[in-house]
């Protein structure tokens, strides 16, 4: 069982960036899709960027066009880089797989708020 660690969030201005990273307890080169979730005060998590193995990428679209994933299957790490940041991107972000995602098996997550 391959469990993440995600890092990077904090307390941003809305028009920032941050650079949230999700590093794998074991290798990812063999997973093909890999996930960014998030989960804001009162609401229900959802998928906000999906990444294949050899770099197809989809997101939300909430955050099209300004958020970017990326994976790194060297270092085992997988990356969000969140731009143009507004208040309603305020939540708790997650990086999981569509199988972890099924077993139920969630990291701590990393903390983004944005706010003025």
């Known amino acids: 069982q391959v469990q993440f660690v995600e890092s990077g969030g904090g307390l941003v201005q809305p028009g920032g960036s941050l650079r949230l990273s999700c590093v794998a307890s074991?290798?990812?080169?063999?997973?093909?899709?890999m996930d960014w979730y998030r989960q804001a005060p009162g609401k229900q998590r959802e998928l906000v960027a999906d990444?294949?193995?050899?770099?197809?990428?989809n997101y939300a679209d909430s955050v099209k066009g300004r958020f970017t994933i990326s994976r790194d299957n060297a270092k085992n790490t997988m990356y969000l880089q969140i731009n143009s940041l507004k208040p309603e991107d305020t939540a708790v972000y997650y990086c999981?797989?569509?199988?972890?995602?099924?077993?139920?098996?969630w990291g701590q997550g990393t903390q983004v708020t944005v706010s003025s």
């Open positions: 999981n797989t569509p199988s972890g995602r099924r077993l139920g098996n």
């Open positions: 074991g290798s990812i080169s063999s997973i093909y899709a």
């Open positions: 990444i294949g193995s050899l770099g197809t990428r």
